[in-house]
C-alpha cells in the first residue's frame, strides 16, 4: 500500500521558518497531485499547496508570498518551505496524495499521519 510519512515540523516563533518534507513509499505506480493540507484548533482541514504532475500549484490566499511547495518527482517527495509564518499558521500539517499504487488500480486519496507546526513567542 501507498504511505506517505512527513517531517520536519515543530515550534517556531513569529516571523520565523520551517521547512516540511513528505516521501511517498510502498506501491506507486503513478503520483498524479501531491501537497499539504492543514487541520488547526476547531478548523477544518484545508488546503495549503498542492503541485501537480505537470508542475501546476495551487495555494491558499492566506499563504501565497509566504510559503512555497516543490516536488522531486524521480523520489516522489514534497516539501513546504514555510517563511514570514503567523500565529495562525498553527496546525497539524498533512501531507496528502492523489495517486494510483497499482497499474490495475483507480486514482485514490492518500494521506499522512500528519505534523505539528506550533507559531508562537
Known amino acids: 500500500q501507498l504511505q506517505l510519512v512527513e517531517s520536519g515540523g515543530g515550534l517556531v516563533q513569529p516571523g520565523g521558518s520551517l521547512r516540511l518534507s513528505c516521501a511517498a513509499s510502498g506501491s506507486i505506480f503513478s503520483i498524479y497531485v501531491m501537497g499539504w493540507y492543514r487541520q488547526g484548533p476547531g478548523t477544518q482541514r484545508e488546503l495549503v499547496a498542492t503541485m501537480g504532475s505537470d508542475g501546476s500549484t495551487k495555494y491558499a490566499d492566506s499563504v501565497k508570498g509566504r510559503l512555497t511547495i516543490s516536488r522531486e518527482y524521480a523520489k516522489n517527495t514534497v516539501s513546504l518551505e514555510m517563511n514570514s509564518l503567523k500565529p495562525e499558521d498553527t496546525a497539524v500539517y498533512y501531507c496528502?496524495?492523489?495517486?494510483?499504487?497499482?497499474?490495475?488500480?483507480?486514482?485514490?486519496?492518500?494521506w499522512g499521519q500528519g505534523t505539528q507546526v506550533t507559531v508562537s513567542s
Open positions: 496528502y496524495c492523489n495517486a494510483r499504487p497499482w497499474v490495475v488500480s483507480a486514482r485514490n486519496d492518500f
